[in-house]
């Protein structure tokens, strides 16, 4: 399987970072592609194998913070993968075990970092956004506040191909199969944004044993996979059971599409969509429901917002953008990766490692 760096979109790269400023360098992320054509368990082989060292690395750590009895029932499960994990992911984690000569419940852990990690992270701020033109643009940062920099040696983009076309994109973490950034072309665009709300060990293990799963990078996939309208993207995300609330952002591409769903495990809770007519032409998402008021120490939806009308809506577009999410404290230390996308111009789609 071909192997391709990030060389793609050089001249927005170039011609965006001459227009935005940033605390730091950001370093292009390594982009593969994956051939679906494959069998499932041969998909994930090359960038396995070049990733395993630092993929051994980052399941070791995140072995660290988990419960002892959380890893007794992963590995478990592991041992009847297929009958737990729906397909394709249970062959691909085989696959990716395999290949980096990690055991597989090292990688169901890895695939689970979203579930395992959620109630004590503040993890990412997600933007969406209608340009004058009625372009929708969507940019953010993944942070975590654990093992940052082994997340950002795995951090990769991923052209998901059928026949030599790509049929949808995502950056996530090498080892997990699942997407926590996707991009459908001429669709949506998702990302993911942790919510906290309490204990969720039991969840986990239910979902997981009685074979729904519930996983939410599974669920960001299988909707960029499928061939939905933007209304039917937002309906499946919005209502499919989950092991761990969360907020999913979504991106359209006409006036008016873009929503953050604010997640309960059984369904949505809201739905806060622009409105640019009305004033509203973007939508700030950090960790807490946007009808409250974030606390004072982790506070980077104000610091966003003003960025935002700053720039205002004349201006906006994916190197404005980034530079939104490139200010101090929205971009901060535990701050993995940015990514910038519109699924009306889909060779947008960049993603930047973050060393603040």
Known sequence: MAILCAHVRVLFLLGALQQVVFSATPVPAKRYIVNLDLLPQDRFHDIAVYYADDLKAFVKELRQ????????????????????????????????????????????????????????????????????????????????????????????????????????????????????????PYGYTITLDERDQGDWWMNLIDGLADGTDGVASFLIRDTVAGDYTFEAAVGKLAYSPLIAPCYFIVGGTTSGQGVVITRDRVSAVDLWYLNALGGQWFLVETNYDHWTTPPPDDDRRDPAIKAMNATGRANINAPALFSVLSIPPVMNNGTTYTVTMSAEVPELFFTWVRYP
Do not use: W
Request: glycine content about 10%; overall charge negative.
């Open 65 to 184: 913070i988990v419960p002892q009895e959380v890893i007794d029932v992963v590995d478990v499960i592991a041992a009847t993968v297929d009958k737990h994990i729906r397909a394709p992911y249970a062959a691909e984690m085989v696959g990716v075990s395999l290949a980096a000569g990690v055991a597989l419940g090292d990688i169901l852990l890895a695939n689970l970092l979203y579930e395992l990690t959620a109630h004590n992270t503040k993890a990412c701020t997600s933007i969406v956004a209608e340009a004058l033109n009625g372009t929708i643009y969507h940019g953010r940062n993944l942070d975590y506040g654990t093992f940052t920099d082994l997340l950002k040696n795995v951090t990769a983009i991923v052209d998901y191909q059928q026949g030599g076309e790509t049929v949808y994109t995502g950056t996530n973490f090498v080892g997990m199969v699942g997407l926590l950034t996707g991009q459908k």
